[in-house]
Structures are given as structure tokens and as C-alpha cells.
């Protein structure tokens, strides 16, 4: 049911797969430890990025006082206002980057971590270790945002007007901190069996 | 049997098994099912990463001494720094957001340069073998958590917000930035796990 060899994430050496916990046999770190534990770190840390995405939207992620005014922007308010000033394509990159590309991940870690038990045959095989190669090269721009307001918060410290991050921020940046570690939870082996074995 | 293990690689995209081969140099071997780069002519990247990394500390040290940019508003200046970056977010008791960004604009890269040249003078030497082993396990951890070139692409996206308030002069960091993001993502980004490996076993077994 399971495949011969098995590919270490850290030094991409080749493995024998056995049962159990699988040691790199070049770099010595753990390839694969026990099935049900890999799963439930994957999970809790999933469902931990969800609240934190959640928090992420709702509260503010900028703080603008501008003669003592304050005004707080969240992140779809920001994405609104960048389009109603007709910067169509920035506002389409910070909507990607903070709203699309989160929700995208968990999706497939959700799919990931549900279809693991079904046994996957040749094409699907690859296109499950394709999504998973997709959500690890997209996962750090979600940064962008968090960087953006660090930006903004450096440069608009004046008397008068002056940009501070906001609560919003911190949500944010450890959503993206559980997801990368939520991905990196998934033990290969979920989602490499298969039936032929070759 | 670790020995025929040697000869084999897996495709990190789609997850083919595949027999490596002695590549000449200039040469890249390529996933015979969905065509993603296995590893290229080995020697020639090593070199390439490690003298690439002496260029990309000296972009870095300029990068993070200068301003970035420079913005007016009105009669006020104020000027964009990595070190100020931090600094302010730390001010602002934001220390969450502030040391995660300090681990990957500042401390990842700053491993991933190191660690190649740590790496250089361990195996041009032939000392301690199990050294050499953590550095490059250290080093594909940092390089993961590196992301100057997203933070690159950050500045562009702040610079398109600012632009209607304030009169923004690029500093000389912007290029520095710029070009450190280039010898980043072609040299040293670019290397594999494998040939690294691969270089390591021919240095120290001689295979």
C-alpha cells in the first residue's frame, strides 16, 4: 500500500519507507514519525492560522491619525480603498496576497489532511503532491501586507500624521507563522500512498 | 543498499523516481514527467553560490546602512532603513510583528550568506565532517525563512500608497536591495539540496 521510497524534505536523499518514525539515513532528521501525531499537530495548527485569519480581518491592520483624527483601515478596507483610487493592479496583488492566498492554503491542507485515507491512483497522485509544491512556494507572499504596513508605519511618523500598525498586524503575521507550520506538519506519507507501490 | 539509494533521486513536484546521472558542466537533468529541474552540473554551483554570497554580503551591509527611500511631506522628511524598520515596530510595542520580521529580512539571509561561506572553508579545508553536515541542514531551514525579495516587492506596493501624499527620492539601498534580491534569487536561492549533498559526499568519501 505504500510507496518503496520516500524523498527527505531537508536533504532530498532517497529512503527506504518502513513502518513507523523514518530518520533521514543522510542528514539524520525525521522524515516521518508516527501517522496519527502528524495529523493532529497538522490540524491544530491549521484550525490555530483560521482564528487567527479571522482576528486578521476583522480588526484593524492600520491605524492612520491624521490630525488627530484616527482612522482604521482593515485589510479588505485597504484593498477597497487602493481600488477606489484606481490602483487596479496593486489592489488586486494585496488582495491575492492577504485574503485569496490564506484562504487558498487552507483549502488545501483541508483537502490534504480529509482525502489522506483514500488510496490515490497515478494522475491524482501527482496532481495531490502538485498543490501541496503550490502552497509551499506561495505561503511566504502573504507576508507582503505585514511588510507594506511596516513600511508605511517607518516613513508617515511625522507630528501630525502618522501610520501605526494595528492589531490587525500581529493577527495577521502569526496566521502566516501557523500556516507555514501547519504545512510543514503534513508528513509526505499522507498523501504519497498508493495501491501500485512503485 | 545506501549506496544504490545514492544513485537515486525523487522529483520534488511530482514525486517520480529517477536514476541521477554524471551531468558535464553547464548541464541541467530535468523530471522526465513534469519536466521540474532535478539538479544541475554540481562543482560549477557550489562555486557560483558561494562567491555570489560574498557579493550578496557586501549588497546586504550597503542595503541595510543607507536609506531605501526617501519621503517629503511638506516640510517633513523622513527616510526608510531596514534598522529603523525594526526599530520602530519594536518602539510601538508591536514585538510579535517585530521580530518576525527581523528573523526574515535580517537573520535568515544573513544564515543563508554565512552558512555558504562556513560551508566553503570546511570543505576546501576537509575539516570536521559533522560540522559541515548541520550547516547545510541549518542552511535549507534559513533559506526557507529568508523573504528579502517579497519585502522588495513590499516597498514597490507602500511606494504606490504614498505616492499621491508625499515626494519620494529612491536612496542608495534601493539599489543595493534591488541587486542583493538578484544574486539572491539566481545563485543562491537557486541551488538544490541534493547538490549540495552531492558535493559534500564527493568531497568528503571522494565519490
Known sequence: MRDKYIRCPYCESVNENTDGVVYCRNCRNRISGRKEINLHTAWAMLITAMVFYVIANTYPILVFDKFGSISQNTIIGGVIALWDEGSYPIAVIIFLASVFVPLLKFFLILYILTNYKKPQKGSKRIDQAKLYHITEVIGPWSMIDVFVVSILATVVHFGTVKITAGIGATAFVLMVFFTMLSAMAIDIRLMKEDSSGD | ?207
Not at chain 2, 543498499?1 to 541521477?20: G, S, V
Not at chain 2, 560549477?44 to 555570489?52: E, I, L, P, R, T
Not at chain 2, 543563508?112 to 535549507?140: C, D, E, G, N, P
Not at chain 2, 542608495?172 to 534569487?185: G, R, T
Request: with cysteine; net charge positive; aromatic share 14%.
Open chain 2, 1 to 207: 543498499m545506501a549506496e544504490d539509494l545514492d544513485n537515486l533521486i525523487i522529483c520534488k513536484k511530482c514525486r517520480t523516481l529517477h536514476r541521477k546521472i554524471d551531468l558535464p558542466a553547464k548541464k541541467v537533468a530535468r523530471c522526465a514527467v513534469c519536466g521540474h529541474k532535478l539538479y544541475s552540473d554540481v562543482e560549477g554551483a557550489f562555486a557560483k553560490a558561494v562567491s555570489y554570497s560574498i557579493t550578496s554580503l557586501i549588497l546586504f551591509i550597503v542595503a541595510n546602512l543607507f536609506p531605501i527611500i526617501d519621503v517629503y511631506v511638506k516640510s517633513n522628511h523622513s527616510q526608510l532603513t531596514i534598522p529603523s524598520m525594526i526599530s520602530t515596530l519594536f518602539s510601538e510595542e508591536f514585538y510579535v510583528v517585530g521580530s518576525i520580521v527581523l528573523v526574515v529580512v535580517v537573520i535568515a539571509p544573513l544564515s543563508v550568506i554565512f552558512s555558504y561561506l562556513a560551508l566553503w572553508f570546511l570543505t576546501y579545508f576537509k575539516l570536521s565532517k559533522s560540522l559541515a553536515k548541520h550547516i547545510i541542514s541549518f542552511l535549507m531551514v534559513s533559506r526557507s525563512w529568508a523573504m528579502v525579495d517579497i519585502f522588495a516587492v513590499s516597498i514597490l506596493v507602500a511606494l504606490v500608497k504614498l505616492f499621491g501624499y508625499a515626494q519620494i527620492n529612491y536612496g542608495v539601498s534601493a539599489i543595493a536591495l534591488a541587486l542583493f534580491v538578484m544574486v539572491d534569487l539566481l545563485f543562491l536561492k537557486s541551488i538544490k539540496p541534493v547538490e549540495l549533498w552531492t558535493y559534500f559526499s564527493r568531497v568528503y568519501y571522494e565519490r
